[in-house]
């Protein structure tokens, strides 16, 4: 019988003893939050600056947007469509940990005999399925975002 060590810090995250779909979702889940945190604090810098001095806030949208006043920037095109593939991924698996938290999925309580049945099984088929949903409206986005008629 093999022994898993915990890892603690970003370590564990990405290694706890053995990766399975679970774990996946949670080391996706923080990555976006850390990342939606960042965006969300860069954000708050730009429209502040708006604030302080429309003239600056003016200077930086034209070097950084991506659809500000016809000029087109890809780059950052792309990673306005990453931050919404990041806020769907959270927004769904945020959805699906409040479901498990409210203790819906997970099963009813069994005598530990072996062979040893888990309520993993219900999570699973609940998190496949809500990871689909999250997959479809990313696939509409796609189309959404690059379609000819939004430029």
Same mark, same amino acid.
Request: avoid cysteine; glycine fraction near 6%.
């Given at each position: 019988?093999?022994?898993?060590?915990?890892?603690?810090?970003?370590?564990?995250?990405?290694?706890?003893?053995?990766?399975?779909?679970?774990?996946?979702?949670?080391l996706l /889940?923080?990555?976006?939050?850390?990342? !939606? *945190? =960042?965006?969300? $604090?860069?954000?708050? %810098?730009?429209?502040?600056? +708006?604030?302080?001095?429309?003239?600056?806030?003016?200077?930086?949208?034209?070097?950084?947007?991506?659809?500000?006043?016809?000029?087109?920037?890809?780059?950052?095109?792309?990673?306005?469509?990453?931050?919404?593939?990041?806020?769907?991924? /959270?927004?769904?698996?945020g959805i699906? !940990? *409040? =479901?498990?938290? $409210?203790?819906?999925? %997970?099963?009813?309580?069994? +005598?530990?005999?072996?062979?040893?049945?888990?309520?993993?099984?219900?999570?699973?088929?609940?998190?496949?399925?809500?990871?689909?949903?999250?997959?479809?409206?990313?696939?509409?986005?796609?189309?959404?975002?690059?379609?000819?008629?939004?430029?």
């Amino acid at each position: 019988m093999k022994r898993y060590q915990n890892y603690p810090g970003v370590v564990g995250w990405v290694y706890g003893g053995k990766l399975n779909f679970e774990r996946i979702l949670f080391l996706l /889940h923080r990555i976006t939050g850390i990342a !939606l *945190i =960042f965006y969300l $604090l860069a954000h708050i %810098i730009v429209v502040g600056f +708006r604030a302080y001095s429309p003239e600056i806030w003016d200077k930086i949208m034209r070097k950084i947007s991506g659809h500000y006043e016809n000029v087109f920037n890809p780059t950052i095109y792309f990673l306005e469509w990453l931050l919404l593939v990041a806020v769907i991924f /959270h927004m769904v698996n945020g959805i699906r !940990l *409040i =479901f498990l938290e $409210l203790g819906f999925f %997970i099963g009813k309580p069994q +005598r530990p005999v072996y062979p040893y049945k888990t309520s993993i099984d219900y999570q699973r088929v609940f998190s496949w399925i809500l990871m689909i949903i999250a997959s479809i409206f990313i696939i509409y986005s796609i189309f959404a975002f690059y379609s000819p008629l939004r430029r």
